[in-house]
């Protein structure tokens, strides 16, 4: 068992207040992933939990129990740092045991937890290198490795990847998803990464300025963000936005007129909008669909070919929008393009950027990274605007 609840933390540096109040519950072997832009205070709230800062106020109970007083040592958690930290003049298996050696662990006991974590993050044939003859990934794998020996009730990433290259990247997220499979564990990861947050990610808690924006699963945030931060945020490439003119409020939606002049039924719940409140329309590049008869139009002012996909970047008066297409589409920079999106797949925030609720939940929604394997999407249901 190892649970986390924050209760109303704050942290103040002077008159500065870089957590506003937060109220968390991270369950039992979930995988959380805290994730914002820079400066949003995820690394604060994350050494707050190891114990490396005090709270200003409020309560962190780890497994129930109040850890304010508790010093790092003494919270059974283990942290892994963006920085590998690794002593230069010990091998693997000396920096993977060292910590057990100072707790006075006998050697024996110490030998078979090594060798039992090396096994799990395929360090084997390694124990024997110091960490100038390892790759980046392997010494974070032994970064990694020192924090499973310590056996502890949860694990604590800060930004582990930001040193490796894009492809070790890749591979390291698959081998963290992997042991936390394997180690049945509960996990918190703090990234600035949203791609990293989406794919290994049981629950997302997004921050900004010191505040929890929104919390659920990778597909609730991606489908039903709650605010314009959220919608913007989550996504690679990022939502396109734009403001549109409010027509009329229905039972089946909210109509708006588009840029261009076409009317389009949005399917959310408009009743406690004002007649006149301006609003704003949010569509992903992805969801966007070339169509000679779309509504919307705008010159290709960049094109980038991805193999199967094609990025386009089309200039809509004052607008830059994204569109994925497929690869192999026949256009050109300076080309004109028409294009559109079904109705169920945009989004419409309030003049206050909150996103009105959809009358219709996503099937992929609640679904957690377990039950996202098995799930393909399906095609965009109703009729193209």
Sequence with gaps: MATLQLK????????????????LDVNDREFVVFV?????????????????????????LIDGKRMN?????????????????????????????????????????????????????QLEPLLDRKPKALSGGQRQRVAIGRAIVRNPSIFLFDEPLSNLDAALRVQMRIELARLHEELDATMIYVTHDQIEAMTMADKIVVLHDGVVEQVGSPMALYHHPRNRFVAGFIGSPKMNFFSVEQQSIGDDGVTVRLPG????????????????????????????????????????????????????????????????????????VNDTVQFGFAAE???????????????????????????????TEPAAPGAQV
């Design 69 to 121: 007083e508790v010093g790092p040592a003494d919270r059974g958690l283990a942290m892994v740092f963006q920085s590998y930290a690794l002593y230069p003049h010990m091998t693997v298996e000396g920096n993977m045991g060292f910590s057990m050696r100072l707790a006075g662990v006998p050697k024996e006991e110490r030998r078979a937890k090594v060798l039992e974590a090396a096994k799990i993050l």
């Design 261 to 332: 002049g076409r009317p389009c039924t949005i399917p959310v719940a408009g009743e406690q909008l004002a007649s006149d409140e301006a609003l704003e329309l949010g569509i992903r590049p992805e969801h966007l669909q070339l169509d000679e008869n779309g509504p919307l139009s705008g010159q290709i002012k960049v094109l980038e070919r991805l193999g199967g996909q094609t990025s386009l970047y089309v200039q809509m008066g004052e607008l830059l929008i994204t569109i994925m297409a497929d690869g192999d589409v026949a256009y050109r």
């Design 345 to 375: 797949r945009a989004h419409l925030f309030d003049a206050q950027g909150l996103a009105l609720e959809s009358l219709s939940q996503h099937p992929l929604a609640s679904l957690t990274r377990q039950d996202n394997r098995a799930a």
């Design 36 to 60: 914002g832009p820079s400066g949003c205070g995820k690394s604060t709230l994350m050494r707050m939990i190891a114990g490396l800062e005090s709270a200003s106020d409020g309560d962190i």
């Design 8 to 23: 109303n933390i704050t942290k103040q540096f002077g008159d500065t207040k870089v957590i506003k109040g937060i109220d």
